[in-house]
Every structure is written in C-alpha cells, then in structure tokens.
C-alpha cells in the first residue's frame, strides 16, 4: 500500500482499494472502478462508503450525474507525463463544485505535487519509492503563483498587484 | 524592456532553487534518468550529441544590454566561449556541464532571465515581431501581450503536461513578421468594427512532419477575455489530443481530426463556462503590464538626424550598401531599427561570440537605449538607433564582423544546429550553409537576386522552419548518408504556404548546386528585377525548376511513382 498524503500531512489510509472482483468488506470505505459501480450498486451496498476511480479519458461533464454524490474520486496518472487529470481536477472543482476527496492515483511523484494541489487534489498516492519527506517539502515548492486555479491558497500575483 | 517585479523575481528564484534539487538528487541517484528528463527538458536542458544543450529564455526576443552582457559571461564561465541564436528568439549554450547548470541558472536570475519551459511538453517560449513597438505598420505594441501570456503559462499547473510542445506567436502589424500562421496559437492583435482592441485567434499551425497553416477559428475576442480563451483551447487540447504517437500529438493533428469547425464549436463551449470567471482582465492589469516597459526616451528628429547620415550614405558606398539592406523604417522620425547580421561568411549562422556579446552590449547602451532584440531569422536588432549614430555603429559592426550586408538576401538564411550538434538530426545543416555562403558569396550577385528566405533543416522536426522557406532545404538520412530534399514557394507571412518538393532528394555535393540552379532559372523567369522569388514561382510553377534540377527522365520517374 502506498504512503497516503492528505492535506499537507502523511495519514493512515481510512480507504480500501477494491479490484473488481474482490467483494466488499462490511462497514469498510472502498475505492471501486466506474466500470463496478455502474454494473451494481447493490453489490456494494455492504460498504460504508464508496469512493469512484475514474480513468483519464472520462469525460467528467457527461459523468458528474453519477460523480456528485461520491465522497471520493480516484484520478490517475499512468506515467507521470501525461497531464490529463490536471484537466479532470479542475473541472471538478471548478465548474462542478465537487467538495469531496480527489485523490492522485498511479504514477505519483514528488515534482508534480504541488501542481496537482492547485488543480484541486488533496489526497496522494505516492509511487512507492518517493521519499515521504521530501514530498511534503514539495507541496511548499513555491510560495506564490501567477495563475489562479482550483485552489487559490497560494499569494497570486495578480490580486497582490491589483492590492498594491 | 520589461523590468521585473519582486513577485517575478521570486518565482525565477524559486524555480532555480527547485531545478537545483532535482540535479541534486539525479547526481545523488534519488532521481531516475526519465524522470530527470522530463524535468530537465521544462527547463530547457537537453543531452545532446557531445553535452548538455541549454535553451535560454528570450521572452519575444527582447534583452537588455546588462543581460546581454550576462550572456557573454555565461559563454565564457560555463560554456566555450560562444552561443546560438535560434528561430524562437532564444539562445543555446552547447557545451554546459550538468552538474554546473544550477549555478548557470542563478547567474541567469540576477539579470531577471531563466530557461523555464524552453522546452518539453508545456508551454514554450512567446515569440513576436522583432519590429515591436517601432514599426510604422503595428496597430499597438504587442509586447504587453506578451508578457501577460508568459506570466500566464509559467508554472501553469494544468498545461505543464501537454501531449506536446506548445507554442505561440503575436503580432500585431499588417505584415507578419513573426510567422504567426505556422504556431500552435498565432495571436493576432487587432480593432474590431467598434474600435475596440481585441484579438483574432489562430489555433493548429505547425511546421515539422506535418506541415500545416493555423486555422482562424475566432476572428474576434475582446481584450480582457485573453486567459479564459487561452485556457479552453489548452484545456480541450489537453484532454483531447493524442498522446499514443509522438508523431501525432500536437494541437493542429486534433484540429483537423475533429475539423476546424468542430474544434472551435468545443473550445467556445468551453469558454462560455469559464469567460466571466476570474480568469477576465481588467483594464488596470494591461495598463499596469504596458506601464512596466521602459518607454526609449527619444529626441526630436531634427537632433536625431542632422543630415549627416544622408552624406555620409553618399561618401561611402561600402556603407551605403550596408545600409541598404541592414536598416528598417522606424516609427519615430529621425531613428531607424538596425539589423545586426549574424550570417557572416565561415560562422554558423545565429552564433555569437562571447567578445562579440560583450561588444553588442556596449553598443546598445551608447546606440540604442540599452535594449537588443533576436529575430526568428537569427540575427540581432539594435531597434533604436538615431540617424546620427548609424555610421558610428556601422564601423563598430564592421569592425566585429557583423556588418554583413545581406538581411533578407540569399545567404541570410536560416539554419538550425543540425548534425554538427544536435542528436535529433538526420544531416549537417552548417557545411550546407557554408557551401551556399561560397558560392553566392558576391554581393551584388546577391542584391539582384533581391529578397529571398532560404531556410534549411536537418531533420523533420523542422526548427530551420524549411517548409516556409522560399526555397526550403531538409536533411534526410537514407542509408547513413546525407541527403536533402528541396521544397519552392513556402511562406510564413501574410501570404503564408506551405513549399512544395522539387523531387527526388539531392546528395551532400549537389545540394549548393541545386540551389545555384533554382536561382538561375528565377533570373532568366522573372519579368522584372522587382518580381520576387515567391511572385515569379507563384507565376511560373514547378515545370522550369524542376525541369533544370532532374533529367527529364529523372523527373517523369518521379511524376509515375
């Protein structure tokens, strides 16, 4: 199991990681593929909570119907340079005002993580030979940003020019 | 020139504090070969033929004196004394040492530069007119845009792992000088009906395996509306466009695979969404952005230009033909833009020595009001230079070799590093250079000829820009040998086209040849001295070329297959 960050901390994984054939540990909180959720609900209704991992090529605005409700989404880098679910984050938070958990799955690694933060993931899979500590270390990479994105906690430059 | 502010200074400083620890830990082991690429590569390092190959950011071309001069530095420290000026404005370093590039990057930061996305997936370095701000024909200064655009995509943490690299081009002026048409976005700047400043919006343009011209797919967008339209495109771009086939990942292959009309149909759905968010400008951000640009301090035209310049044109042939070809009108009266050639006879073309980077410097600090510019054609611009001062800066270029009358001739061509350095290439592009440069070496020979683009590549990927040259030059490997496939008739101006293939390729000894050739069939084709290359071959076609370059058999062969 990979080390989990959330927020700006290393937590215990609260989440289960279910393939598609292993059935549901009751009263547990299950990561499923779209693919299990979509073929039957009922099999999970054992779980007390259920999270969706979702591919890179989903198209989030034809989905959100099924996507509103989850407590977490699962978005995944297959290899580390391809950017989709950058895109897949944002419009989650952004156009559909998800508040849930969006979690970086796959081929997470130190150098995109505070990227990923400002697309909206707040949850990290790390790959599992990344250094915990220094992937905390990158969420604080910089300090301000010129563009505003899903998550504007970091000064941007625009709104401290137009305040000065 | 564009003066930093802290904020800028920050994240330049942070981004090389970052870059030093991802050295760090590839040095160190912690850090594995491919995931050091992929970062090395945003921040313009390649591993190259003989060592690392750095690319500098030259944001739309314009440097200072004091940065310059940091430039000759960095050539003599880090480097073997020299740098390459390429077709985005940039420069390369060829012989850096890895493990030395933090410190370079440092140096590079106190004069307010870096090498951020110069290369890899993202967003690369913003190109425009070298003529900005001082040609008599730009509707408004497109530079302001352009740093709004740069400030935008640096560090943008959604489109830093696009399929493919990104690039843009602006301007802002009835002729294109920046080759907007053949960009993955060309922006143009432009007044709608009403008056009001906007944009119109190319999207799909691109040189390379695929050739192809940008499409307009929005003639019109307001001016605070430029982020919210930049991010649809590169948000439908993003989540759409290939990523199985390197050959097939960039913008303009999505666009016509889904069509023009699709594509535009998608990004204004998107941006309906998102284009009264936080993402719309205001009027102060642009006045604020134009307010950080140094503003030349220029004096009247009867101090700028006492009459000397006329006579000393009339004294002095050699400099009246430099200034001939060399000099370009200037929008204030009583100055003019000059062209420092960087094609001089036995130098690749586009370097510069150190000596001759520290000389530049100097010169644009007495001449022209501390700035420089590089052009896309790889040559260098003292852009404000009064009349008075030409003969003074004349000698003084002459003197360092970068005097060559020849902007806009024959042998002013464009040439990219090609097998000599680059580890992509498939054959020599510099010798091929020299060899054109022997045989068209005399001047007049070249004045009649008149005004020509040659551009030449060593390989598909087309950073020689070929496919928009009048006359066009690809290297192609074919059985470990060194061949050369000639292209008539492309443009990457207002009348932007793609060249079209003579025929079968032609050897490393007759590539000059083959050029001479073309050259004498426009001659003898042309109507007039003032029809151009590009008009008589618009006129005349392929038939007398192609009939002087092959056998007729050879070229019937070709036709049949």
């Given amino acids: 199991m990979s080390t989990l960050i959330r927020g700006n901390a290393v937590v215990a994984d609260d989440w289960l990681e279910l393939d598609d054939?292993?059935?549901?540990?009751?009263?547990?909180?299950?990561?499923?593929?779209?693919?299990?959720?979509?073929?039957?609900?009922?099999?999970?209704?054992?779980?007390?909570?259920?999270?969706?991992?979702?591919?890179?090529?989903?198209?989030?605005?034809?989905?959100?119907?099924?996507?509103?409700?989850?407590?977490?989404?699962?978005?995944?880098?297959?290899?580390?340079?391809?950017?989709?679910?950058?895109?897949?984050?944002?419009?989650?938070?952004?156009?559909?005002?998800?508040?849930?958990?969006?979690?970086?799955?796959?081929?997470?690694?130190?150098?995109?993580?505070?990227?990923?933060?400002?697309?909206?993931?707040?949850?990290?899979?790390?790959?599992?030979?990344?250094?915990?500590?220094?992937?905390?270390?990158?969420?604080?990479?910089?300090?301000?940003?010129?563009?505003?994105?899903?998550?504007?906690?970091?000064?941007?430059?625009?709104?401290?020019?137009?305040?000065? | 020139m564009y003066r930093y502010d802290e904020y800028d200074q920050k994240l330049v400083d942070e981004r090389v504090a970052q870059f030093r620890d991802q050295t760090r830990r590839f040095l160190a082991g912690t850090l594995g070969e491919d995931e050091f690429r992929a970062l090395r590569l945003r921040n313009g390092l390649y591993v190259q033929r003989f060592a690392p190959m750095l690319r500098i950011a030259i944001p739309y071309g314009l440097l200072s004196a004091k940065q310059m001069r940091m430039l000759a530095h960095i050539a003599r420290k880090y480097d073997k004394g020299y740098g390459h000026f390429t077709t985005r404005q940039n420069l390369q370093f060829n012989w850096p040492k890895l493990a030395e590039v933090p410190d370079l990057l440092a140096d590079l930061a106190t004069v307010q530069m870096h090498a951020i996305q110069t290369s890899g997936n993202c967003i690369r370095n913003i190109t425009a007119d070298h003529l900005a701000g001082v040609a008599d024909d730009e509707l408004v200064d497109p530079r302001p845009y352009c740093e709004l655009t740069r400030q935008w995509s640096s560090f943008h943490p959604e489109f830093n792992w696009l399929p493919r690299k990104f690039k843009f081009a602006f301007s802002a002026s009835i002729n294109d000088r920046a080759a907007t048409r053949v960009h993955d976005i060309g922006v143009h700047l432009v007044k709608n009906e009403q008056g009001e400043l906007g944009y119109s919006i190319f999207v799909g343009g691109g040189l390379g395996r695929m050739p192809m011209l940008g499409h307009l797919i929005r003639p019109f967008l307001p001016e605070v509306d430029l982020f919210s339209y930049l991010e649809a495109i590169l948000r439908i771009y993003n989540l759409q466009g290939r990523r199985d086939n390197i050959h097939r990942a960039r913008i303009k292959v999505l666009v016509k695979a889904l069509g023009p009309e699709k594509f535009t149909e998608l990004v204004e759905a998107e941006w309906a969404k998102i284009k009264d968010g936080y993402l719309k400008l205001l009027p102060e951000d642009i006045e604020r952005m134009k307010a950080r640009f140094d503003v030349p301090a220029y004096v009247d035209a009867a101090s700028a230009d006492n009459g000397s310049f006329d006579a000393q044109l009339a004294a002095d042939s050699k400099f009246a033909a430099w200034a001939k070809r060399n000099l370009r009108t200037h929008v204030k009266p009583g100055y003019a833009a000059v062209f420092v050639s960087l094609k001089a006879n036995g130098v690749a073309p586009g370097d510069v020595t150190d000596r001759q980077m520290d000389a530049l410097a100097d010169l644009a600090e007495r001449f022209s009001f501390d700035e420089l510019r590089a052009t896309h054609d790889q040559n260098l611009v003292l852009a404000d230079v009064a009349k008075n001062d030409i003969?003074?800066?004349w000698q003084q270029l002459a003197g360092l070799g970068l005097a060559t009358p020849n902007i806009g001739l024959l042998t002013d061509l464009i040439c990219c590093p090609g097998l000599d350095f680059c580890s992509l290439a498939n054959a020599g592009s510099i010798g091929v250079a020299q060899d054109i440069f022997d045989r068209f070496e005399d001047f007049d020979y070249q004045h009649d000829i008149g005004d020509i683009k040659l551009k030449m590549s060593g390989c598909m990927n087309g950073c020689g820009h070929h496919t928009v040259g009048h006359i066009g030059i690809l290297g192609v490997d074919k059985s470990g040998e060194e061949w050369y496939q000639v292209t008539l008739g492309g443009s990457a101006e207002n009348d932007a086209a793609l060249g079209d293939r003579t025929g079968p390729s032609f050897s490393r000894s007759d590539i000059a040849p083959a050029i001479e050739k073309i050259i004498e069939v426009y001659l003898e084709q042309r109507e007039a001295a003032e029809e151009s290359f590009l008009a008589t071959y618009r006129r005349v076609g392929m038939a007398p070329f192609k009939a002087r370059l092959y056998d007729k058999a050879d070229a019937h062969a070709e036709e049949a297959a």
């Fill in chain 2, 391 to 393: 003969y003074a800066l």
């Fill in chain 1, 21 to 164: 054939e292993t059935a549901v540990p009751s009263g547990a909180s299950v990561i499923v593929s779209l693919a299990r959720w979509q073929s039957g609900r009922e099999a999970l209704a054992a779980a007390a909570r259920v999270g969706l991992r979702l591919p890179n090529t989903e198209d989030i605005d034809a989905l959100w119907p099924l996507l509103r409700e989850r407590p977490l989404i699962a978005l995944q880098f297959p290899k580390s340079s391809d950017g989709r679910a950058f895109s897949q984050a944002r419009l989650l938070r952004e156009q559909h005002g998800f508040d849930g958990e969006i979690r970086a799955t796959g081929d997470v690694q130190r150098d995109q993580l505070q990227f990923m933060q400002r697309c909206g993931f707040d949850a990290f899979a790390l790959r599992a030979d990344q250094n915990v500590d220094d992937c905390l270390k990158a969420l604080r990479d910089f300090d301000l940003a010129y563009q505003h994105a899903a998550r504007a906690d970091l000064p941007l430059v625009w709104q401290l020019r137009r305040g000065s």
